[in-house]
């Protein structure tokens, strides 16, 4: 074994550590991956830190009302609905009819239906209809091609105070990692929006090395 294998070897257990002490997964969470997998859903959920992580900011700002943009089997929004009061609500934008299903499943097997809402169709179809209603937490996790749009729509959507997070928001230089051709240029766009803008204090931080990938979060300014 050479040292830099041993290095991961030892990054692996602490995060592991972690994980176990922090971020254990609720019966609800586990149940959300089984059903993903039985309906052959990819996985891109966020991991358990990143989920604990969503947890500390929401708690952070006492948030009672979230928006999630990309829901899949809704795994992140099971993290993000249990920190909510039970007076709560988090809304979820999904576009896969699929997915739509198994997250209102996943959500009301984890004893969430009360404050939770999956709404189908495009994100940026349904975004206007969210007009007026400010969000104290926004989770951006769909497809990352709209990234930029999507901010200027979480910008619209927030008040001071609020938190706006995005995912797989870390900069990787030339390394592909989505789909649609432009993604990592709209990811570096969006990095160099939030860190630009006056009203928002932003920072792009590794959370999970298990993953490439990081949130980039935003405070609107008060
Ligand atoms: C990375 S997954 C979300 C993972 C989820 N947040 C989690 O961590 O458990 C992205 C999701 O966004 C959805 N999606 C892709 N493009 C979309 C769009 N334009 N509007 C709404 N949802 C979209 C995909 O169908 C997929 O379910």
Known sequence: MDASQGNEEQRMQIRGKI?????PESAGLLNSIKLAEEAGLPNMRISPIHGKFLQVLVATINARTILELGALSGYSG???????????????LESNPLH???????????GLADRTEVREGKALDLLPQLEGQPFDFIF?????????EYLNWALKLSRPGSIIVADNCIPSGTMPR?????????????????????????????????????????VVRQ
Do not use: H, M
Not at 78 to 92: C, F, M, Q, V, Y
Not at 189 to 215: C, M, T, W
């Open 78 to 92: 099971i993290w993000l609905a249990s920190a909510l009061p039970s007076s709560g609500r988090l809304i979820t």
């Open 100 to 110: 739509v299903q198994v997250t209102r499943r996943a959500f009301s097997e984890a």
């Open 140 to 148: 951006i996790d769909a497809d990352k091609i709209n990234y930029v």
């Open 19 to 23: 994980a176990e002490l922090y971020a």
């Open 178 to 218: 989505f789909p649609e051709p432009g993604s990592e240029e709209t990811i570096e766009e969006y990095n160099r929006q939030v860190a630009a803008n006056p009203n928002l204090v932003s920072l792009a931080l590794p959370i999970d090395d298990s993953q490439l990938d990081g949130f980039c979060i935003s």
